[in-house]
């Protein structure tokens, strides 16, 4: 899923992020590592329908950057300092912080205690953190930073391995050594929501209009959703919106020209924030009800906290992910939710991305035994190839890079999300015709017959072996 955010991601997916009124480090103050242990927890332990890939062991040996006979040092991290949206992604790193105390409980990997140090790469500050992590750590984990770009020559040049929460850009999204639990390459997308959607409003999606931002990334998902988009008909008229991403004195003149271009259907590609909670109020000011279809993202209890007054009433949110409200029926959601408050962490569908990345690194971790290597770690990671995180999302293949060919949509009725379709609580609607394949022009980078971003692949980049 690209959030943009980052699922998400949300691209991610874009994707895809979750924005929130938490904006400490999960750390304290500063950088300073996370680490917790204890007792080993008995063998049957669980997440959902995955055996724990954590537990005792005798692994030793230096056998990388940040493993050690005792500990794996890791990076991860959101935007949660964002002055312009304090606590973006912030469930993203609370998530990660609580997986590592999850994991180091039960013995660690292997019985290597994992040390997280925590980035915050404030929108703006992604090369200086990236910078930073590849001086120390062994790998980057479950981190979510919108503008992935910008750090993204410094991490290949430095062959920082990544199994990140979500990827934007197209440089990341299909760089080297990268893998996600919910992929969200660039050369095909998701189509699922756009085609449930339709389904439910086959008129309405003939007058469809896109309200954006100056954000370099949220442009390219944007052209990504519009190709997507018409393969189901949709029909998008000639009156797309963009605000400034750092904020507007007034956003009713954006809301009056979508009204008067007679726009039924409103698409918004970024997180729940200001740039959404001001243009649905000013909709409202000038009378302007139209539906909204938005990313994962916008999955947070924030959002529905806001919607107190109905304003937002008319929200659709597309996911991959088993909503939070059905937790009781689906064990790898309930401990999601279980795990993270008991770390005071606060959750969201983000976070649950940034769950099953951790899931997915461990998973990979543990297979690598004491030798535990860059190289084994992409190598392990590039076997997997059915994925669902125990079972909070719809199966994805993280080591071929290709997305869900399953969704829902949630719709907000006031503070809480319900799904709408299908109507069947907890199921999902798939088809292999959900995967849109872009056209090669369309596609922002270029790639090599193994689907790799060529923009900063170098000889030295490390490549799955057999």
């Known amino acids: 899923m690209r959030c943009l955010g980052v699922l998400v991601v949300s691209a991610v997916l874009a994707a895809a992020c979750a924005s929130g009124n938490r904006g400490a480090n999960p750390e304290g103050s500063g950088g300073v590592s996370a680490a917790a242990s204890g007792s080993a927890a008995p063998a049957s332990q669980t997440f959902g329908d995955l055996p724990s890939p954590c537990g005792p062991g005798a692994a030793k040996g230096a056998t990388d950057q940040g493993v050690t006979d005792t500990a794996i040092n890791i990076a991860y991290g959101d935007d949660r300092g964002f002055t312009g949206s304090p606590g973006l992604s912030h469930e993203v790193g609370d998530a990660v912080k609580a997986m590592i105390g999850w994991c180091n409980e039960q013995g660690g990997i292997n019985g290597r205690e994992i040390v997280g140090k925590f980035y915050d790469a404030k929108i703006t500050e992604t090369n200086n953190v990236m910078t930073e992590a590849c001086a120390s750590a062994f790998m980057l984990v479950g981190q979510g930073w919108a503008l992935d770009s910008t750090g993204e020559q410094t991490r290949v040049n430095c062959n920082l391995v990544s199994v990140e929460t979500y990827s934007v850009s197209p440089e990341f999204a299909n760089g080297p050594m990268q893998f996600e639990a919910v992929p969200n390459p660039a050369d095909e997308t998701v189509g699922a929501f756009f085609s449930q959607f339709a389904k439910l409003y086959p008129d309405k999606v003939r007058k469809a209009a896109q309200y954006t931002t100056t954000l370099a990334t949220e442009n390219y998902s944007n052209r990504r959703g519009v190709v997507t988009a018409q393969q189901f008909g949709w029909n998008w008229l000639p009156c797309t919106q963009t605000v400034n991403y750092f904020g507007e004195p007034d956003y009713k003149p954006f809301m009056q020209k979508l009204k008067d271009c007679g726009a039924e259907v409103v698409w918004f590609n970024l997180s729940a924030g200001p740039q959404l909670y001001n243009a649905l109020q000013a909709a409202n000011q000038v009378g302007f009800h139209p539906l909204w279809i938005t990313e994962t993202n916008n999955y947070v209890k924030g959002f529905a906290d806001f919607n ?99 969704g829902m949509l949630l719709r907000l009725q006031g503070t809480k999300y319900v799904q709408v379709y299908p109507q069947k609580t907890g199921t999902f609607d798939c088809s292999p015709s959900y995967t849109v394949k872009l056209p090669a022009d369309f596609v922002t980078v270029k790639l090599n017959s193994d689907r790799i971003a060529l923009n900063y692949l170098t000889d030295k980049a490390i490549k799955p072996q057999s």
């Open 308 to 406: 107190s007054n109905g304003l937002a009433d008319n929200v659709f949110v597309r996911t991959a992910y088993i909503p939070m409200e059905q937790a009781d029926q689906f064990p790898a959601v309930k401990k999601y939710i279980d795990v993270v408050r008991a770390d005071g962490g606060d959750v969201s569908q983000l976070g649950m991305q940034a769950t099953s990345s951790f899931l997915l690194w461990a998973t990979a971790a543990k297979k690598c035994g004491s030798t535990l290597t860059r190289q084994c770690m992409v190598n392990e990671l590039s076997k997997i190839h059915d994925w669902t995180g125990g079972g909070m999302h719809a199966a994805t293949d993280p080591g071929g890079n290709h997305g869900p060919t399953c």
